[in-house]
């Protein structure tokens, strides 16, 4: 907030883990050097259940940030219920961004609103993969260029890595978006009713408890018992144990790429999730997860065009593909994604 009279010095609060913090950070010192007239202050928190705490203390303070970063699985609602909130359309509509074309619908669709109207940044998009050590895939006999297309089929490759002497063949991320949610993805199901809790989240169920969903526990569970899947974490804690050479396999989302690139001193390979193909003759396109920077309100005017400046500045297509190239967040524009294809 800035001091009566006082230069303008907009507040953005993440809980990004440390590679992306320092991504992140270096944009943000890019764009402080260009003395615009106003300069943005980052403060990073240790978790999302911490950000979302201090942000609504300072909500019920009156000295919310500007900016803030909040998971699609943690609830932007919290804020919301503050009456906190400057919708994206809202303030981009008062201060349009020129030739601004989002990428992939997908990637925008967890921060809409039932009239399809953008309520926040989706800076931290990202697809789930199948990431994997090369190394460690020749070291088991298997071969590299060949990741399994199917959970079957990938079974084989972990009791493979188990007997080469791997203690943990395969780990994962965020569990319930890889295992439940994206398994009705990827096999074109349902996993909540009314469109998938999208058109209005009152009297909508999940569908869960269908034979697929069943069949994919029981499979992993007996992993499990079989020391194939000894790591299993609903935040992003797998990925530091994948990184550091002790697992062989991990299911994450495309934001591990910078941490994987930061730690790893093996060749890894990255590749869609598996699927069943006796339940689809080919996979239907994931859900697209991450989180997103929700602008808030109660700020000055002169603040909220700030605000929007820095948004331009991070939509540019040059700062948004340096952003995916280095951490794996999805392309924010079109032109983003234009920019990464062609470096």
């Keep these: 907030m800035p001091a009566s009279g006082g230069p303008i010095e907009l507040e953005v609060w993440h809980a990004l883990n440390k590679e992306q913090s320092q991504e992140f950070n270096a944009l943000v010192d890019r764009f402080n050097a260009q003395n615009i007239g106003f300069t943005v202050k980052v403060r990073a928190e ?20 500007h900016l803030i970063e909040i998971g699609d699985n943690h609830s932007p609602e919290l804020i919301a219920q503050q009456g906190a909130v400057l919708p994206m359309f809202e303030l981009l509509n008062k201060y349009p961004i020129k030739d601004l074309r989002w990428f992939l619908p997908q990637t925008t669709g967890t921060m809409r609103d039932s009239k399809n109207r953008l309520l926040a940044l989706p800076f931290m998009a990202e697809a789930p993969v199948y990431m994997y050590n090369r190394d460690l895939y020749k070291q088991a006999g298997l071969d590299p260029d060949a ?59 999940l569908l869960a408890n269908d034979l697929l969903h069943v069949r994919h526990l029981a499979l992993m569970m007996s992993w499990v018992r079989s020391k194939l899947f000894p790591v299993r974490s609903e935040g992003d804690q797998a990925d530091a144990q994948f990184a550091s050479g002790e697992c062989a396999i991990l299911t994450t989302g495309t934001g591990a790429l910078a941490k994987v690139q930061a730690d790893a001193k093996f060749s890894y390979g990255v590749a869609p ?71």
């Design 147 to 205: 990741p399994p297309k199917t959970w079957r089929e990938m079974q084989k490759h972990l009791i493979a890595l188990l007997g080469a002497g791997v203690s943990c063949p395969y780990a994962t991320s965020s569990q319930t978006w890889i295992h439940l949610e994206n398994l009705s993805a990827l096999h074109n199901t349902p996993y909540a009713s009314k469109n998938n809790g999208l058109d209005g989240s009152n009297g909508a169920v």
């Design 46 to 65: 240790p978790t999302q259940e911490k950000l979302i705490q201090d942000g609504i203390a300072s909500i019920r303070a009156k000295r919310q940030p």
């Design 273 to 343: 999730l598996p699927y069943y193909d006796e339940e689809a003759t080919k996979p239907s396109n994931p859900f697209v997860g991450g989180s997103s920077l929700w602008a808030l309100s109660g700020h000055s005017a002169a603040e909220q065009k700030a605000v929007a400046q820095f948004i331009a500045y991070l939509a540019s297509p040059v700062v948004a593909a340096d952003w995916s190239q280095k951490t794996g967040f999805l392309p924010l524009t079109e032109a983003a994604y234009r920019a990464s294809d062609v470096s």
